[in-house]
C-alpha cells in the first residue's frame, strides 16, 4: 500500500501536466495563427498600395452656388474607395469623406457645397492608401465670383 501512493501520485501529476500543456499549446497555435492572418493583412495592403497615385486635375469654385467642382484622376493601380478631402482655410480645416470607388484609371468631378469658401488656402486629398495624396494650392484654384 505504502508503493502504490507514490505511484497514483506521479501518474496525477504528469496527467496533469500533460493537460496543462495540451490547453497552453492549443491556445499557442491559434494565437500565432491569427497573428500570421493580421500581418499578411497587412503586408499585402502595403504592398497594394506601393503603386498607388491619386492627382488633382483642377479644381473650381463657385462663389454663387457656395459648389466646389474637383477633378480626381486615379493614376494608380489601386482602386480608391475612400477619398477624404480637406479645405484649409487659415486655421480652420473642413473634412468631407467620400465613399465612393474611384476605379484605377478613372478620371471624375467632385462635387462638394461649402458656403462662403472665397478664402480657402488649400485643397488636400487624401485615401485610404497613406502614401496616396495630393494638394492643391490657392494659386491653382479658379475662383468664380469671389
Known sequence: MKALSPIIGIVLLVGISLGIFMILFEWSTSYVESSQEKSESKLSESFECMNAYIKIDYVIY????????????????????????SFIKDIEVKEY??????????????????????????????????????????????????
Open 62 to 85: 463657385n462663389a454663387t452656388s457656395g459648389n466646389f467642382s474637383i477633378v480626381l484622376e486615379n493614376r494608380g493601380s489601386v482602386d480608391f474607395e475612400k477619398i477624404i478631402f
Open 97 to 146: 469623406e467620400v465613399n465612393e470607388v474611384l476605379k484605377k484609371g478613372e478620371k471624375k468631378v467632385y462635387e462638394i457645397n461649402l458656403n462662403k469658401a472665397c478664402d480657402i488656402k488649400l485643397i488636400r486629398v487624401s485615401t485610404q492608401c497613406s502614401n496616396a495624396k495630393d494638394e492643391i494650392d490657392r494659386k491653382e484654384i479658379t475662383f468664380l465670383g469671389c
